[in-house]
Structure formats: structure tokens, C-alpha cells
């Protein structure tokens, strides 16, 4: 039998394989869509004729693509195109920026944007829909918080949401209002609906340009598979990612995790509809709580600075008990957003109740973000087989004082265990939650090993650090593993599906500041190079 050849060979002197905690020099034989062979370069050149395309990469870091085990999609597309608020340090200022992103964009019938906090503002006020109105009186604006749970609008798009001060409080959120019972222009939760609705009314071909541009943008920065979770109001775009599949377009895995609600029809209709390599869904997801700055996460004591509330649930506790159960027991997999301690154990209750009924299996269910946690359930983690949905950049994306302020200290102790469930034993995985944040996996890795807090300079409980290779474990490996994906992606080794990416710099070898300067060289996902920083895009 003749020896099968080779499409691409790579080498490096740094190749980090996920298999050891430090990289080594290797290089990678890819055939199709898989990696055949691993060695030497000498080992290599019996893989090699004249077809075969080689990169020499000398001391650059060749490692697993990057796998964001927690994002959506298409409003992230959005988010690329739209105002982007997280430098803005005043109301003023928040204010300049959308005024000049307005005037540079005449056509654009909504102006959105993103990520303005303003417990970073000089006054730490919340704004109101009259300033937005005195910049933009015609034209309706969408500003989301920097957490997403929130957002703050003018009062054109509460018009054509029509929302006024008769419109009662949706089942979780509430639409604030002034004295005089008038809207103010911010929405909590689900009361952004009717507003994201309208804004986000996309047509079909502006739904393809945006997820094209998304695609480019991921390439870009070595993102391989992404998982997209439901939304508080998702754009409808299946159909395009599946043109995208079926044109050979789809450049990097997309895992679907649709709502979790009593539908399961639907849910199973779906999960038979998309089951491919490239395109699939990998289970169902929903919201137990909000955030910890708009005291909509849902704690088991009172919050600090406003002990009349610990935050709500967006189900009633038994509906996500009963939910889990049924979802659990047709095989489904299950993500809930759970940032408060009253809501990770809800969701660490759910799951041990659906053992109970259903009998243990591996199941893989998982909970996303896991900001404040009570200590007694660290452990349930590894008992349970739940793994634990991080996103590292969050610790810094809330002005910390604000952050400990709505906790309290005793609380203060458990933020973003990230060392403590790993030393406890739980899976970890990694992810950007963008648009939340930017989709640069290595922003996430450097907080990871940093912990440096929202000031830049003083680091958040140091005994929370793990080291450079856990980190690129946990978005790698640890995704892989987190959607039953590990014998095909999140190592880099022989029959595995070739998703790599090759970084500008061995990251082992450089200061943890340089992290955030490093740049993808190359992407390649199932055999296909997808971003060639020496040329530009390429397409598969």
C-alpha cells in the first residue's frame, strides 16, 4: 500500500499538544481533514511530494485551535458593526462616542451598541433615555450594558416597542420608571425584548454579510469552534449557518444550544435536523439569574447594599427542576447562566435531582460563569460530572469596588474560583461570552494567569491563578470535553480533526504582558488554512 501523503506538513520548535504542560518541537502531517502523522522533520518528509504545502514556523507556538465553549453568535456579529461604550468614563463621554458612530453611519436605521458601565463613570449614575434623546431624537437607540442584562434606550425605541407607562413588567425584569411612572429609558431583562426585537430585524442578506464578517473575525484570531448559546432574544440565522455548511463556507464548528423550556419536541426535532461535524446541536441552555451590578443575580442572602432583595430567578425553581428532569431524560446535555450562589446551587440541585429520577449518567451538563459561589458546593462539581463555563476577562470587565460592594465581603472571598473547582477536581472551560467581551481567546488567557482586577494593576485573589497551560487546556481540551468532543478536537493528536492555530510567539517563553500583543500567524480548521496572516483571508 502506498504511503498516504500529505496536503499540509507544519513545523515548529515550540508545538504544544495539550498531551504535556510544555511545548516541544514537532512537526504535524495533515491529510484531508486530520492530523497522520506527528514527528520529526526528518520523520515528516515520507508524507511529502510535491503537492504538499509546508510551513516552518522556527520558534512559534503551534497549539490546538482555540474552542469558546460560550458565546453568541450573531449578536456578536452585530456587536462588531456597532458602537462599541467600554472606554467611555462619563455619561459625556458615552454620549460623544454614540453621537459620532450616528453621524458616520447615516444609514443605519437603529444605532446599537455595547458594553457601557457606568459604575466606571465619573458619576457612577445610571443614564436616562433624555440624554440619548438629545442626541438622537429621531432615530431609535439600543445601548446594552456591559453585562447584557440591561440596557438603556431613547425614547424613540420605546415607541416603536410600545412601551409606555401603562406596559406591565414582563414574568423576570422590569421596565424602570421615573416619578411620574414615565419609562426612563432602562430595561432590565426580558423588558428588553420588544425593544432587541425591533432593533435586531434583520433581512436574510444582512444576516449573511454579518455572520460572513464574523467568520473572517474568528479565523482571525484562531477560534476553531465556538458553542452558541440562546439568547434573551436570539436572532433566527440556523438556516444561514446551514447555507454556510452546505457551500463549504463554514469556517470554524458551530455547537447549537437552543432554550431549554417544556418544548422538548422542538428541541429533539432540532437535534435531528443539525447533527454534522461542522454543525450541531449539543444540548439545551437557559437563564436561572441575571448579574451581580443590576442585583439580578440571585443569591441566598441579601445583598449587601440592599439587603430587601437577593436577586429573583427567571423560572420558578420547581419549573427548572422539572425542566432538567424531562430534558435529561431524552439524553440532552443542559447549560444554565448561574452567577449567584442561590442560583449555582439551584442549578447543581437540578441536576443532582434529574440523577435521582433518571438514573446517573455521563452527561456533561455544565454552568456558565459560576461568579459567586457558596463553598459548600465547590465539590458537588466533581460529584455531579458538571463542568464549570468560565469566562476569566469577566473579573475584570465590572469595576471591582462596585462588584464587592453589591456582595459584601464574607461573599467577596469566592469570586471566580477558577483554581479552587479545578483543584476540587471540576472540569473547566473556557469562553468569551461575546459580545459580553471580545472574542480574543488570549484576553481570557492572560486574566486567567494574571487575575489582575479592573484597576490593571492589583490582582484578585492570587491563589486563584492557574498556570499558562491550564489555561490553554481549559480552551481547548476543556471545551472539547465539556460536548463529548474529545476523541476528535482539543489535542493535537494522529486521527484527530485538524483545527490549528499557530501564534506570532511561544507564550511559554514571554512575560505574561505579552500576551495580550500576541497575533495568529495561520488558522486551519479540518485540514483547510482559514487565516494566513501573510496574505489575508483565505477562503475554503
Known amino acids: 500500500m502506498s504511503q ?68 453568541h453568535i450573531m449578536q456578536g456579529a452585530v456587536a462588531l458593526k456597532s458602537v462599541n461604550l467600554f472606554t467611555a468614563r462619563s455619561e459625556e463621554e458615552a454620549l460623544e462616542i454614540i453621537r459620532e458612530f450616528a453621524e458616520s453611519n447615516p444609514d443605519n436605521p437603529w444605532i446599537i ?68 411612572g414615565e419609562p426612563d429609558g432602562l430595561l432590565y431583562e426580558k423588558a428588553m425584548d420588544p425593544v432587541i426585537c425591533n432593533a435586531f430585524n434583520f433581512s436574510n442578506s444582512q444576516k449573511k454579510e454579518i455572520f460572513s464578517n464574523f467568520l473572517s473575525y474568528a479565523a482571525s484570531l484562531g477560534v476553531t469552534a465556538v458553542h452558541d448559546l440562546h439568547a434573551l432574544k436570539s436572532i433566527e440565522a440556523l438556516h444561514i449557518f446551514k447555507e454556510f455548511e452546505d457551500k463549504g463556507e463554514l469556517t470554524t464548528r458551530i455547537h447549537l444550544w437552543p432554550a431549554l423550556n417544556r418544548d422538548l419536541g422542538q428541541a429533539k426535532q432540532l437535534r435531528e435536523t443539525y447533527q454534522s461535524d461542522k454543525l450541531r446541536v449539543s444540548g439545551l441552555k437557559q437563564f436561572i ?142 469562553g468569551t461570552d461575546f459580545p459580553i467581551d471580545i472574542l480574543n481567546p488570549l484576553l481570557q488567557i492572560y486574566r486567567a494567569v494574571s487575575r489582575i482586577d479592573s484597576s490593571g494593576k492589583t490582582v484578585w485573589h492570587p491563589h486563584e491563578r492557574i498556570t499558562l497551560a491550564e489555561a490553554l487546556k481549559a480552551y481547548t481540551s476543556g471545551s472539547a470535553f465539556g460536548t463529548f468532543r474529545e476523541q476528535e478536537l482539543g489535542t493535537l493528536e494522529i486521527g484527530k480533526l485538524a483545527d490549528i492555530v499557530v501564534l506570532d510567539r511561544n507564550l511559554f517563553e514571554v512575560p505574561m504582558d505579552e500576551l495580550l500583543d500576541t497575533k495568529v500567524q495561520l488558522t486551519i480548521v479540518d485540514g483547510k488554512v482559514v487565516y494566513d496572516h501573510s496574505s489575508s483571508l483565505v477562503k475554503s
Open 4 to 71: 498516504q501523503v500529505a496536503d499540509v506538513i507544519i513545523s515548529s520548535n515550540a508545538v504544544f499538544t495539550g498531551l504535556s504542560d510544555q511545548p516541544e518541537p514537532a512537526s504535524i502531517a495533515i491529510a484531508d481533514n486530520k492530523i497522520i502523522a506527528i514527528g520529526s522533520d526528518n520523520q515528516m518528509k515520507i508524507y511529502s511530494d510535491e503537492k504538499t504545502k509546508t510551513y516552518q514556523f522556527k520558534d512559534q507556538l503551534i497549539m490546538p485551535g482555540f474552542h469558546d465553549f460560550h458565546l
Open 113 to 180: 451598541g455595547f458594553t457601557w458601565d457606568a459604575g466606571y463613570w465619573n458619576k457612577e449614575q445610571l443614564p436616562t433615555r433624555h440624554s440619548l434623546d438629545r442626541i438622537l431624537p429621531d432615530r431609535p437607540a439600543l445601548m446594552f450594558h456591559a453585562e447584557g442584562h440591561y440596557a438603556w434606550v431613547n425614547t424613540k425605541a420605546l415607541e416603536l416597542a410600545n412601551i409606555n407607562r401603562d406596559t406591565e413588567n414582563p414574568s423576570y425584569g422590569m421596565i424602570s420608571k421615573d416619578k411620574n
Open 289 to 430: 439569574d441575571g448579574v451581580i451590578t443590576a442585583r439580578t443575580a440571585y443569591l441566598l442572602d441579601p445583598y449587601a447594599d440592599q439587603v430587601e432583595t437577593c436577586g429573583e430567578t427567571s423560572f420558578p425553581p420547581e419549573t427548572i427542576k422539572k425542566w432538567v428532569v424531562d430534558a435529561d431524560k431524552e439524553g440532552f446535555s443542559i447549560r444554565f447562566h448561574a452567577i449567584g450562589d442561590g442560583a449555582i446551587r439551584l442549578a447543581l440541585d437540578a441536576f443532582e435531582g434529574a440523577q435521582k429520577v433518571n438514573g446517573k449518567r455521563d452527561s456533561r451538563h455544565s454552568i456558565e460563569h459560576v461568579e459567586v459561589i457558596h463553598p459548600d458546593d465547590i465539590t458537588r462539581f466533581k460529584e455531579l460530572g458538571v463542568t464549570a463555563s468560565m469566562q476569566p476577562d469577566h473579573l475584570a470587565m465590572s469595576e471591582r469596588g462596585v462588584y464587592t460592594d453589591r456582595i459584601g465581603s464574607e461573599r467577596e472571598k469566592y469570586v471566580f474560583p477558577i483554581h479552587t473547582l479545578q483543584k476540587a477536581g471540576a472540569k473547566v472551560a473556557f
